[in-house]
């Protein structure tokens, strides 16, 4: 099957960012010798003839959308469109928004033919497969009404994921934004913050990439001419031996960049702080 991923469009209130939901998905298909191509909404106009262009030359059997609240009816609308030009299109969301309200979007848009629920690498890999919907996991579908199968299991050894596939979006648009390279070093927080969905979304229990993997991951950001990095983690600074570990191998490998991380104030000390400086 050929597999089509649109990036909708989002509020500008912050830096554009080519999101990972999409780059991991994208690569995991790539890895599996499937065909897929990217359309990037976000950071080039978007008009309905641009999408009409992009499914007639291109000829998808599946397309896919993420949102989260804030473009999740730009989102829905796109695949409204996507269906009006070929009736016969499998349309997939996901994303928070979708995963907390799976039943809620396929009642109110029937051109949305699959909700995928939270970690979508396995479940879209299923999908595309041609596996049965009722025997995938982390999916809601329309069968007599809404079905929604049971959660899937949290991807236990991230490792196994390959690097993203950042060569199918148009990165020179994202540098001439000065937007900064984005890049997980792990999934999963342990701690439950009322403004965060992360917990709800990778899990209470933190998983972590090989530290070797995600600095070859930062050089693979620089070689494309990104500057900056921006390390999506929803708490950085939870482990402290993971975050040396990374520190020491950006170190040694006399790598010269900015980045940001996120963290709470009871997770960092003098120590850790001088470290992420180095």
Avoid at 33 to 59: A, C, M, N, P
Avoid at 88 to 100: A, E, K, M, R, S
Avoid at 150 to 166: F, G, S, T, V
Avoid at 188 to 211: E, Q
């Amino acid at each position: 099957m050929r597999t089509l991923l649109i990036n909708p469009p989002y509020p500008f209130l912050e830096f554009p960012i080519i999101p990972m939901g999409l780059l991991y998905l994208a690569a995991v298909l790539e890895d599996k010798d499937y065909e897929v191509d990217v359309l990037d909404l976000l950071v080039s106009r978007y008009t309905k003839d641009k999408i009409k262009r992009k499914l007639e030359e291109y000829q998808p059997d599946i397309v896919g959308v993420t949102a989260v609240t804030m473009n999740y009816n730009t989102a829905s609308d796109i695949l409204k469109y996507c269906k009006s030009v070929n009736p016969d299109l499998i349309t997939l969301i996901g994303g928070p928004h979708v995963t907390f309200a799976p039943e809620e979007t396929l009642n109110e848009a029937p051109w949305i033919d699959i909700v995928i629920m939270g970690e979508g690498e396995r479940t879209l890999l299923d999908i595309v497969d041609g596996n049965k919907l009722e025997q995938i996991n982390g999916i809601a579908f329309r069968k007599d009404g809404v079905e929604i199968t049971p959660q899937r299991a949290l991807i236990e050894n991230l490792d196994e994921l390959p690097l993203p596939a950042r060569h199918l979006f148009p990165v020179s648009r994202y540098h001439a934004l000065a937007s900064h390279c984005s890049l997980v070093t792990g999934r999963g927080c342990p701690f439950n913050c009322i403004f965060c969905v992360g917990s709800k979304m990778g899990g209470r229990r933190a998983r972590f990439r090989d530290p070797k993997l995600v600095v070859d991951e930062i050089e693979q950001g620089l070689a494309l001419g990104f500057h900056e990095v921006n390390i999506e983690d929803d708490l950085f600074t939870l482990n402290h031996r993971h975050l040396h570990a990374i520190c020491d191998e950006v170190i040694s490998r006399g790598l010269d960049f900015k980045w940001s991380v996120f963290a709470r104030v009871d997770t960092v000390n003098p120590e850790i702080l001088r470290k992420l400086r180095k």
